[in-house]
């Protein structure tokens, strides 16, 4: 079956480094999200993409991060300088076909800011 | 503002019971509810999508069903196993934004073999 895939699945990083997160979504899907969930918190929405543009953005996703689609099949989650704050887990997602529909995710990348 | 709430935050049963989750949303304006399985440290795996207009949807031993009207969705475990141990998240899409799922904190659940 299908998956969305995300590397790396763990990144340890200085404090005020840049980190790029890249996933890989199932191939015939259109519409692509990150979210993120905090040790012991909930999972919570950062950015939505559709047709290599930001559809929709939380008060979360600010200059600080980036999404880029480069090549037609990686997405990218960038951040320019990291914060304490930005240790958690960075999940990928997608959705076939219509926004309404079933979102897919990956495993996560754990990003630890130290 | 959209609100999830999950109850109970974490539940222990012995193994073979039936067991139901509960989801409780503010806003009764929304396009679906999804149901999905967290393994610890993993990704989220998805459960169950039930659309506005569903009043329940079934999938193996899991049933969830919606009352959008009351702001409410169950998820029914049948016949618990060991392996069902995980924690269970549901998750709203809201007619303000179609692009984004708000999440509730989810049931932590332990099957006791």
């Known amino acids: 079956e299908p998956e969305v895939t995300q590397t790396p699945s763990h990144q340890v990083t200085q404090m005020g480094q840049e980190v790029i997160l890249r996933c890989v979504p199932i191939s015939n899907h259109l519409y692509f999200y990150w979210y993120r969930q905090i040790l012991g918190q909930k999972v919570e929405f950062l950015v939505s993409f559709y047709n290599n543009e930001i559809s929709e953005k939380s008060e979360i996703f600010d200059d600080q991060f980036s999404v880029e689609r480069p090549d037609g099949s990686n997405f990218t989650l960038k951040i320019r300088s990291t914060k304490l704050e930005d240790s958690a887990m960075y999940f990928c997602?997608?959705?076939?076909?219509?926004?309404?529909?079933?979102?897919?995710f990956g495993e996560g990348s754990r990003l630890t800011v130290l | 503002k959209q609100e999830v709430t999950q109850i109970p935050a974490a539940l222990s049963v012995p193994e073979g019971e039936n067991l139901v989750l509960n989801c409780s949303f503010t806003d009764s304006a929304i396009y679906n509810l999804q149901w999905f399985r967290q393994d610890p440290g993993k990704g989220l795996t998805s459960l169950l999508l039930i659309q506005s207009s569903q009043r329940e949807q079934t999938s193996g031993r899991l049933n969830a069903s919606l009352d959008k009207s009351s702001g409410r969705s169950t998820l029914y475990i049948a016949a618990s196993q060991p392996g069902d141990s995980a924690t269970y998240l549901c998750a709203v899409r809201g007619m303000d934004s179609s692009y984004k799922l708000i999440f509730g904190s989810g049931t932590r659940l332990l099957v006791r073999p």
């Open positions: 997602a997608s959705i076939p076909g219509g926004r309404y529909g079933e979102l897919f």
